[in-house]
Nanobody, 118 residues
Framework: QVQLTESGGRLVQAGGSLRLSCAASGRTFSTYAMGWFRQAPGKVRELVAGISASTNGTYYSDSVKGRFTISRDNAKNTVYLQMNSLKPEDTAVYYC???????????WGQGTQVTVSS
């Protein structure tokens, strides 16, 4: 079991930057792949970034590639999402997730709201 708590979401102007954090409980954080999903109103939840447990290999959706960076600090049980050049279409609730692979997740946080104004 792992519990996830996101933070860092807020209102930001288009073109700005934001860093989301996700703190995980438990001593097995380093064994989980971690991901960031987002869900905008009326849309399905989508995976925007993932990072593997062992190799720190990363995945990015086409919509955020080159603008967002996922990283993890296993000593702090924390995963981050650095978001640059934000666009209004990035507005969504962002969720942190943990699981056995970068495209398979078992545990979810409660989400943090990111709003990008034009």
């Amino acid at each position: 079991q792992v519990q996830l708590t996101e933070s860092g979401g807020r209102l930001v102007q288009a073109g700005g930057s934001l860093r989301l954090s996700c703190a995980a409980s438990g001593r097995t954080f380093s064994t989980y792949a971690m991901g960031w999903f987002r869900q905008a109103p009326g849309k399905v939840r989508e995976l925007v970034a993932g990072i593997s447990a062992s190799t720190n290999g990363t995945y990015y959706s086409d919509s955020v590639k080159g603008r967002f960076t996922i990283s993890r600090d296993n000593a702090k049980n924390t995963v981050y999402l650095q978001m640059n050049s934000l666009k209004p279409e990035d507005t969504a609730v962002y969720y942190c997730a943990a699981g056995p692979a970068t495209h398979y997740y078992d545990y979810w946080g409660q989400g943090t709201q990111v709003t990008v104004s034009s």
